[in-house]
C-alpha cells in the first residue's frame, strides 16, 4: 500500500518531531509515520518541506546521508 503524501504532510504538524541530531549538521526533524521515518525542514518561506522517507528496514544513516549529499 503506497504512502499518502498529503497524510504524511498533516502528520508533521499533528506528531513530536525530533531534530536530526547535531553530527549531521543540518537543520531538520524527523519523525515515524506507521512503518516510515519521515525527515523534513522548514522551507525559507515557512512551509515544510519533505527531505525523504525511509521505511523502516531501510539502513537509515546511509540513506540520510545520500539525501544530503554528505
Sequence with gaps: MPLDVFN?????????????????DIDGYFFRYERHFVYWRWLSNGDIGI?????????????F??????
Design 8 to 24: 504524511i504532510t498533516n502528520a508533521t504538524h499533528q506528531t513530536s518531531s525530533r531534530p536530526i541530531p547535531a553530527e549531521f
Design 51 to 63: 527531505v525523504t522517507i525511509l521505511h523502516e528496514r531501510m539502513h537509515q544513516i546511509d540513506r
Design 65 to 70: 546521508r545520500e539525501d544530503f549529499g554528505l
